[in-house]
């Protein structure tokens, strides 16, 4: 296993140094093994682990390539392992998420511009006055996404999507059995927009906090933490 490990560690140190760059062919097996001095059968496991990171593509019949590296691409493998441990980790999942939708909620309420605010409370607008679960999901992924994106961060964006999308049972599952929860996001959404609209940082971070802990503190107690 070291000897793979250190075959790895030697593709990703091309990949880190520029010499192979996003959508680059690797070199064939035999010359790239001679180059690192490895052996070709430690080269082929490091290609099927980096595979299985999508850092590398094996096209049949063509070669192996580097992928484009996207953050959304790279963080499946995280998706992946979150949804083996989907019960065991949501409390997980959710620290992490009040640790960075408050920092994003902040950073929107400076990046925000005024048009993404707009469309925004649009969105929010658009509820009905008593929506039902589905209607509510579906504003809370755009709404979060939308916080999200005016980052500018693209890392951010994927690791929070994918945080989300992999704790969205749990939200589902309040709504149906905490009594006055969906009304409840609705109103701590409008105070989120609200307070990034009046370009409050500190007012926007406190309420995205609040908001992810209803979640987490509803998941403990039903847990019997």
Known sequence: MAITDDAIDAIKQMIVDGTLRPGDRLPREADLAERLGLSRSSLREAVRALSAMNV?????????????LEPDLLLESMAFLVDLHRDT??????????????AAAA????AMSEEEVARLQSLLDSLPEQPDLDQLVEADVAFHGAIAASTGNPILCSLLDTISTRSQRARHWRGLTEAGAIGRTVTEHRRILAAIA????????AWATVHIEGVESWVRASMGE
Do not use: K, N, W
């Open 56 to 68: 590398l593509t094996v096209r049949q019949g063509d070669g192996t390539y580097v992928t484009g």
């Open 89 to 102: 980790s949501v409390v997980h999942l959710l620290q992490i998420r009040r640790l960075l939708e408050p």
């Open 107 to 110: 950073i929107a309420a400076t």
């Open 198 to 205: 009046a370009r409050d940082a500190d007012a926007a971070r």
